[in-house]
């Protein structure tokens, strides 16, 4: 195992605990391992130079493994909408794309709960191995978001249109169980054996083929990609009611009652 190369201030590290395997760790348990734009900057470049890797596998230390967005400033302060917009549409998308377009297999571990954009990263994955215990969910219903098209379709791809209703319009978390059964999750492991699994997991990965890694991964996610092409008119409106939604007061008042814990007032706009 090399030793950890530091990240954005320390809050990712990467390090190669097997052979052609990289690991990317995401340490801010203070803030539930929420993302902000360094972390996720970091994250993309990470990714986007790693080489002689045949396996990239995502974790996180604490109990969760990411709680998603970190929007950083509080609802109803001057620019509050521009900068969750932005925070969502640029570096976010950007990791993700990175994490997506990387030519092998990506494995994430989720050491504890994956919430919203942190379940999208997960999912933006080839492969996920959980702890036991931990939830996973997705609270855009709670919170007054749009989620977007491209999210959303990796949800269908992976557990199908029923399932993915009832996550984000009933706002449910599953626990890993429940997870396992839907295929959120390919494997769920004790949460003390969790590293060591994963790392096996992710080193029997880069084992194989490396030729046939990339050109499965690359086949699989063309023919995922032409399931779900739209029309481009259809895709501008997806884009224009989901970049709405940050100016909505809805959305305000969502994440200012989600960060009191208290029931939100909607306002339907």
Known sequence: MTAPN?????????????????RLTIDSPAKRNALDHAMLDAIATAVRDLEDVRCLLV?????VFSAG???GILPGSPGFAGEAEALV?????AAI???EAFPYPAVAALNGHAIGGGLELALSCDL?????????????????????????????????APRTRELFLRGRNVDAGTALA???????VPGAELESAAVGYAAEVAGNAPLSLAGNKRVLR??????????????EELIALREACFASEDFSEGVRAFGEKRAPRWRGR
């Open 222 to 235: 063309e023919l995922l990609a032409a399931q779900g092409a739209l029309a481009p008119e259809v895709e």
């Open 59 to 63: 974790t996180a230390v604490g109990p």
């Open 6 to 22: 530091e990240l954005a201030g320390g809050r990712v590290r990467l390090d190669h605990p097997a052979p052609h395997v990289a």
């Open 69 to 71: 967005y970190d929007i």
């Open 97 to 99: 794309e990175a994490v």
């Open 182 to 188: 839907w295929g959120l999750v390919n494997e769920v």
């Open 128 to 160: 996920r191995i959980a702890a036991d215990g931990i939830r996973l969910g997705m609270p855009p219903a709670k919170l007054g978001l749009v989620y977007s098209h491209t999210g959303l379709r990796k949800f269908l791809d992976a557990i199908g």
């Open 89 to 93: 549409a640029h570096p976010f998308t």
